[in-house]
């Protein structure tokens, strides 16, 4: 019957399951538990590096683009024809503006050169100015042609501010990389100053559009499903997304976030120029793996990351099959202990329950077995001890019968001998009642009670005797 008392106490069992589990099981679990947490530091680290690896191939892939643009626009500003075109093609728009037949000659002479020159090297425009800020040839001949970088509709753009920088420095400078309202699209700038004779005669710029920037920030091969490129810059206190996200492909300066805030840290530090790794959490509320760089030859912010799901998943799955294994061995552990124990508590049961027969007086129920084991031993021993008993008893019946016939003879000899009871009797009586005597004036003098009781419980026994003597 089942019972709470039965439930908890020491049985062979669950000594044997407890025993099981400590020598089988505390090794198992602290190996399977050293070894999960050394993969889970090594995944993490591997992780980590990989992350680091893909950050700072970006970084030098960026800044190999970056350094090829600027060496383009270099030799493009040594070359003769732009030389020419800033010495003379200015002269020309000035004269009779871009109708004129004087300007129209000299475009129609360097356009086609122009345009096989960005249609090979993939940039959207190529732009002239002058030294006093005049835009007098584009390729794709835009509204910004026939502007002034100075005084003119686009003189606050970054172009503006980045040709003004180079006119003071007369160093190749690149602009950030921001939305141009004549192209309608986000752009960034290489303006390179062009020189005759040592003097600064204006400057060449290159524009280069978002398609190129964009295809690299989205080439997500070595990020698996979730990793994605954050790009973005500052303004003023914010920092803005300036390419499309894989999670938000609408994100190109539209996307922005507060410097100081709680959101997207990791950009937030990467704008600021610091570079740094870990764990944090991105636009999306995920949990990510993240590696921040600035980069400070277009003064970017770069974040690499993959949600941490993803890129501890190997963490995951051993924890997951570390729990299946630990599960599995605490099951085949336990069923195999069970299985032993019942090797052993089953016997003893079956010697408990044959031990209750034979002590009811059925001695010729036997309780041996084949086993070959301590228990098989002791089984048989249970047998022999039977047939001993068995044995005992038959002689002991035998001695039951031989000892009726000495009572006989003793009451016999008990009758003889009453007579000379009978005549002692008295003397006892008169001796007991002489010590009872003296055993009661010996306890007048005691003043202990303790003592006096004693002394009065001797003469009651001894008043017992006599009377068990008398009957």
Same mark, same amino acid.
């Given at each position: ?50 992350? !680091? ?282 069923? !195999? ?135």
């Amino acid at each position: 019957m089942f019972s709470l008392k039965n439930l908890i106490r020491p049985t062979i069992t669950r000594k044997i399951l407890i025993g099981f589990m400590t020598v089988s099981l505390v090794p198992v679990l602290f190996v399977g538990y050293v070894t999960y947490k050394t993969s889970e530091k090594e995944i993490k680290k591997e992780a980590l590096k990989n992350l !680091l690896a893909f950050a700072e191939s970006k970084d030098v892939l960026f800044n190999a683009y970056i350094m090829g643009k600027k060496r383009d626009a270099r030799e493009l500003a040594l070359t003769p024809t732009v030389i020419s075109m800033s010495e003379k093609h200015h002269d020309a728009f000035h004269v009779g503006e871009a109708d004129s037949r004087e300007y129209t000659a000299m475009e129609r002479k360097h356009r086609k050169y122009f345009m096989d020159f960005i249609n090979k090297f993939k940039y959207h425009d190529l732009l002239f100015v002058d030294t006093a800020g005049n835009i007098f040839f584009t390729v794709k001949r835009e509204d910004d042609l026939g502007t002034n970088l100075y005084t003119g509709t686009y003189k606050d753009t970054w172009l503006a501010k980045t040709y003004r920088q180079v006119m003071e420095t007369k160093e190749i400078n690149v602009s950030d990389f921001k939305h141009y309202l004549p192209s309608n699209m986000p752009a960034l700038f290489i303006v390179t100053p062009v020189f005759s004779e040592g003097n600064i005669i204006g400057a060449v710029i290159l524009q280069i559009s978002n398609e190129d920037i964009n295809e690299e920030v989205q080439n997500y091969i070595g990020l698996g499903k979730t990793g994605e490129i954050v790009i973005a810059s500052r303004e003023g206190n914010e920092a803005v997304f300036i390419a499309p996200l894989r999670h938000d492909t609408e994100a190109a300066f539209n996307r922005r976030v507060r410097i100081g805030s709680e959101e997207a840290l990791p950009i937030q530090k990467a704008i600021q120029g610091e570079n740094g790794s870990g764990l944090s959490v991105d636009y999306r509320n995920k949990e990510i793996l993240a590696v921040w760089r600035y980069l400070p030859y277009v003064r970017w912010g770069m974040v690499v990351k993959i949600d941490a799901d993803e890129a501890y998943e190997h963490i995951y799955n051993i924890k997951k099959w570390t729990a299946i294994v630990g599960a599995t061995t605490i099951i085949l552990v336990t069923l !195999l202990a069970i299985r032993i124990s019942r090797t052993i508590t089953n016997p003893v049961r079956a010697l408990h329950k044959g031990s209750e027969i034979i002590g009811s007086g059925n001695l010729d129920h036997k309780v041996g077995t084949d086993a070959k084991d301590e228990i098989g031993d002791l089984s048989r021993s249970f047998d022999e001890m039977t047939i001993k008993l068995k044995d005992s008893r038959m002689m002991l019946e035998d001695e039951i019968t031989e000892r009726k016939k000495a009572e006989r003879q003793i009451k016999e000899a008990l009758k003889e001998k009453e007579i000379l009871l009978q005549e002692i009797h008295h003397r006892v009586k008169n001796n007991m009642m002489v010590i009872t005597s003296l055993l009661q004036l010996q306890s007048k003098g005691i003043k202990e009670k303790q003592y006096r009781e004693m002394f009065s419980d001797s003469v009651n026994r001894i008043n017992t005797m006599a009377i068990i003597h008398e009957k």
